[in-house]
């Protein structure tokens, strides 16, 4: 949500694999990212090519549930960020709904499975 490639890249573990299975093998937004370093940089390259878009997110409006399953490393997230409209009248609120996977481990993400509509994304 902050758009901070080194505090996201942060929160995994160093061979952590983010992946948007979703996610076209042609779009901007990185499909599969493996190691901290890889996370690191391809999320910055997307936050780069982002940064016109101004949008922020309401966390007034937006609502998540935590599930956790059977596995105490592993827990699921349902999230509806709502992004506050663009200000200038042109766009209202857009809400974006996805659901992620967690595995953990030593307290950092070992793997991130994040699900979303791919068109949200472009």
């Known amino acids: 949500m902050t758009r901070n490639a ?9 061979d ?3 992946e948007a299975p979703l996610v076209p ?5 990185p499909r599969r990212l493996v190691g901290r370093e890889e996370i690191r940089g391809g999320m910055a390259a997307y936050y ?4 016109k878009d101004l949008r922020s997110p309401n966390l007034e409006k ?7 399953t059977a596995d ?7 999230i509806d960020t709502v992004f506050d409209g663009d200000g200038d ?3 209202g609120d857009v809400a974006v709904s996805l659901v992620q996977i967690f595995r953990i481990r030593d307290g950092k993400i070992a793997r ?7 068109e949200l994304m472009s």
Do not use: K, W
């Open 89 to 91: 009248g042109d766009a």
């Open 25 to 29: 093998v042609d779009a901007a937004f």
């Open 48 to 51: 780069e090519r982002q940064a």
């Open 72 to 78: 105490p490393d592993v827990f699921i997230a349902e």
């Open 6 to 14: 080194d505090a996201f890249a942060e929160n995994f573990t160093v």
């Open 16 to 18: 952590g694999v983010f």
């Open 112 to 118: 991130l499975r994040d699900y979303f509509g791919p």
């Open 62 to 68: 937006s609502q998540y549930v935590l599930h956790t």
